[in-house]
């Protein structure tokens, strides 16, 4: 793609979704414009119109409007051919794509949706039973997928599209234990019986590109104030 290419990423630091476009651009070192949503407030009629969804990010493409974050960050793949991931015709392309995108549906709908319930658990019972659940999706869904990880997915020395999809989840789900906004006996299950997320997930967390937009203390700090939020009108 020309390096003349204008992109413009909307986005908002605080967003994990978002977050992925910036490990992306970041990885590949591509130029772009950023525009910051504010998500405090109801969005506008100009942003809307960028995105009927309302959510962020969206990417504007030399005028061509892309949502969706795994959609974003893969067009950005496919547009700018790197390391991240081989095209699907080249030699095994397709089959480690395949293996990819099973890793972030493991990921992202087996224990990120786990992990999702503590927004609304109330009793200890719940929270436990949580906890039960993300510990038992991470060790059956994730922890097998991550057995040739050296360091990252698939036997790669630099950080590919599996990590771009979940490294900003990655990053929460050890800030979020550390700081016991998510129970802390999640982290401690993990270390003992998940030894190969707990490598993978040093390197992940410790990457600049996935750092790079990371305020580790206002993510802790915005996830108690949403999660006190949401539990008190529930
Ligand atoms: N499926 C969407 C989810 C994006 C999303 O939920 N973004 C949130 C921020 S993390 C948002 O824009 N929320 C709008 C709001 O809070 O009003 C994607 O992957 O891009």
């Known amino acids: ?8 990423l909307y986005t908002n630091h605080g967003c994990p979704w978002a ?7 970041e ?11 504010d998500l405090s407030v109801p969005r506008t009629p100009e942003y809307l119109k960028i995105n009927p969804r309302g959510l962020v990010p969206a990417l504007s493409y030399n005028g061509e409007i892309i949502i969706e974050s795994g959609i974003v960050a893969q067009f950005l793949a496919d547009a700018y051919p790197s390391h991240l991931v081989p095209a699907s015709d080249a ?9 990819i995108a099973l890793f972030v549906d493991a990921f992202i709908s087996k224990l990120n949706g786990a992990l999702f319930g503590f927004f609304t658990a ?10 039960d659940k993300a510990v038992a999706a991470l060790l059956s869904e994730v922890e097998p997928l991550l057995a040739d990880a050296s360091p990252f997915f698939g036997g ?10 979940t490294g900003s989840f990655a990053l929460r789900l050890k800030s979020l234990t550390a700081a016991e906004v998510y129970p802390k006996a999640i982290w401690t ?18 990457h600049p590109s996935v750092t790079s937009i990371y305020d580790e203390e206002r993510v802790v700090e915005g996830t108690k104030a949403r999660i006190a939020k949401i539990r008190a009108s529930a």
């Open 1 to 8: 793609m020309a390096s003349q290419d204008k992109l413009i």
């Open 19 to 25: 977050h992925r476009a910036h490990i992306v651009l």
């Open 27 to 37: 990885e590949l070192k591509i130029p772009f414009e950023e525009v910051i949503i």
């Open 91 to 99: 030699p095994g392309g397709a089959l480690r794509r395949a293996r």
């Open 122 to 131: 109330k009793t200890e019972e719940e929270k436990q039973a949580l906890v």
């Open 156 to 165: 790669s020395e630099t950080i590919t599209l599996a990590e771009v999809l």
């Open 189 to 206: 299950a993990i270390e003992e019986k998940a030894p190969n997320y707990v490598r993978w997930s040093a390197a992940v967390v410790a």
